[in-house]
């Protein structure tokens, strides 16, 4: 099955900062790559995905890339804000189906 | 957008109880729905696939006769948890899928097996 391994595990900006945070996936077949922003508690929201036949998507302060050659795709957030503070969560899937999701990261934006 | 709801949100029971979650997509229909499982600050590991009028497909390592999936309308699908034990307290989370867009999440069912 898809394994799928994200990195760092914590990560601290100041605020206005940047944070990148990167994935690498098994599963060749896997097309869609969506990344999640989870609050404690709370139900994960989706906040930025791309597909396998694009290299890069924007939206706003945040970004995705994604190499299909090295199997790896990362998020880039611009000048962070606190309210960025929270788990974000990357998943590969087919299709848009099952979702294999990487180990999170937790963010934390320094005021 | 589309709206997941999960009930019950939070529930306690007893060792050696079963416990029922219910999954419901509001205003779509879905075939297909994913139950996940998440511990305390780790991730959501996929349990099993959960389709409209036939057989739940598991993931490898999750009991099937321990987390039974009923999907008996395109708008509802249900995890019981059977036999209860600690461990399988948790944070349950479900998916759906609305037709060539993105899937959207219950707001989850923390369960506290005592």
């Known amino acids: 099955g898809e394994n799928v391994e994200q990195h760092p595990s914590t990560l601290s900006v100041q605020e206005g900062d940047s944070a990148v945070i990167k994935c690498t996936y098994s599963d060749s077949a896997s097309n869609y790559f969506p990344w999640y922003k989870q609050e404690l508690g709370k139900r994960p929201q989706l906040i930025i995905d791309?597909?396998?036949?694009?290299g890069e998507k924007k939206d706003q302060r945040i970004a995705v890339t994604l190499n299909k050659t090295a199997k790896h795709f990362s998020l880039h957030i611009t000048e962070t804000q606190p309210e960025d503070s929270a788990v974000y969560f990357c998943?590969?899937?087919?299709?848009?189906?099952?979702?294999?999701f990487g180990t999170g990261t937790s963010l934390t934006v320094i005021p | 957008g589309a709206v997941v709801s999960q009930h019950p949100s939070r529930v306690i029971c007893k060792s050696g109880t079963s416990v029922k979650i219910e999954c419901r997509s509001l205003?779509?229909?879905?075939?297909?729905m994913f139950w996940y499982r998440q511990f305390p600050k780790k991730s959501l590991m996929l349990m099993a696939t959960?389709?409209?009028?036939?057989?739940?497909?598991?993931e490898q390592g999750v009991e099937k006769d321990k987390f039974l999936i009923n999907h008996a309308s395109l708008t509802l699908s249900t995890l019981t948890v059977t036999s209860a034990h600690p461990e399988d307290s948790s944070f349950y989370i479900c998916s759906a899928r609305r037709m060539n867009t993105e899937a959207f999440f219950g707001q989850g069912t923390r369960l506290t097996v005592v």
């Open positions: 959960s389709n409209e009028g036939s057989k739940a497909t598991y």
């Open positions: 998943a590969a899937s087919i299709d848009g189906n099952q979702f294999y």
């Open positions: 791309i597909r396998s036949n694009v």
């Open positions: 205003d779509f229909q879905a075939t297909t």
